[in-house]
């Protein structure tokens, strides 16, 4: 679309009086005319304004700001973020701090209330949300799931073939903010294993309670397997995300098993104090040497609740053979 747009030469060029409007074409653009036009933005929860306002939204109209708030504040910091881009005044309440302090208050929890108030004044400005949104923190709404694939020689049929199987299995992680998670390994898929990974599940289901702590970027679990040879998984981790704040990819550095004393987990729940000071080839039983496996590193893929149904890591073997975490 084209149309003709005058304009006008200064005059103080009389020599080129002939040139004092030109023509020429160029296209339209109708967002041009929204310049200088003020959009009034809705008063945020709380505002001091005593300016009156009329939301054209129904939901505005019947459901008063406390109670919108109230709705918020029961809701997951995920949810939020979704929540947040429906429109500007969901935006503006969203945005009230007492939302997002509540939120890392709970996630940070192990750290203390005085410490999370410490580090939110010296490395966030005091903002709740940019602590959230920007300090490593370990999800605990779905599982971190790591897929691992081997080759197995299969058995040789009249000596003519030499046949191979794609063996995949996985490792699954569920965290607690309490510094508690849940791990399993186990060649069932994804939406299978979601309706076991948690505390009451039968020894059946083989899933197994460690202790971890984050420093940093960096996690480190560990947990004890039972058995007439008592044996100590120890983990360390390094935390990312494929974008800010995703924290949805976990790195396997180091995978231990070591040996331990009946003795020196008779009275301690905590298995990161019992392994606290120990070398990498260090273990208490000599019926159990310690190993460091250098098999099955595949990095975690976090996979929320609401997704273990339809989660690509569903996928069996002859559709997916290999899968990269990125």
Not at 180 to 204: D, I, P
Not at 206 to 234: I, M, N, Q
Request: net charge positive; glycine share 6%.
């Amino acid at each position: 679309m084209a149309s003709d747009i005058s304009i006008s030469v200064p005059s103080e060029l009389s020599s080129f009086s002939r040139l004092r409007t030109v023509q020429f074409l160029g296209t339209e653009r109708p967002w041009l005319n929204l310049y200088g036009i003020r959009v009034r933005p809705v008063a945020p929860f709380g505002s001091v304004s005593g300016k009156p306002f009329s939301d054209p939204a129904l939901i505005h109209r019947c459901l008063p700001d406390e109670l919108l708030f109230e709705v918020f504040a029961r809701t997951s910091p995920y949810t939020l973020g979704r929540a947040a881009c429906v429109c500007r005044k969901w935006r503006y309440t969203i945005r009230n701090p007492s939302l997002w302090r509540t939120v890392c208050l709970k996630t940070w929890q192990m750290s203390g209330a005085e410490t999370n108030y410490k580090i939110v004044q010296s490395m966030y400005e005091g903002s709740w949300r940019k602590m959230w949104v920007r300090r490593p923190r370990i999800r605990s709404d779905g599982l971190y799931v790591s897929r691992n694939t081997y080759i197995r020689t299969g058995v040789a049929e009249w000596k003519v073939t030499n046949p191979v199987h794609v063996v995949c299995y996985y490792r699954y992680l569920r965290f607690y903010p309490s510094g508690k998670f849940l791990y399993k390994v186990s060649s069932q898929r994804v939406k299978e294993v979601a309706k076991c990974m948690n505390f009451r599940a039968s020894k059946a289901d083989s899933v197994f309670k460690g202790d971890y702590t984050l420093t940093e970027d960096h996690l480190e679990a560990a947990l004890l397997y039972p058995g007439s040879r008592h044996t100590l998984l120890r983990m360390l981790l390094r935390l990312r995300g494929t974008t800010i704040g995703a924290n949805n990819r976990l790195d396997l550095l180091k995978l231990l098993t070591t040996g331990v004393n009946e003795s020196e987990i008779r009275n301690q729940e905590d298995m990161l104090g019992v392994v606290e000071g120990w070398q990498e080839d260090e273990t208490h039983n000599p019926d159990v040497p310690a190993i460091s496996h250098r098999r099955g590193l595949t990095p975690f893929v976090f996979v929320p609740f609401e997704e273990v149904e339809t989660s690509v890591l569903n996928l069996p073997v002859d559709k997916m053979d290999y899968f990269v975490p990125g």
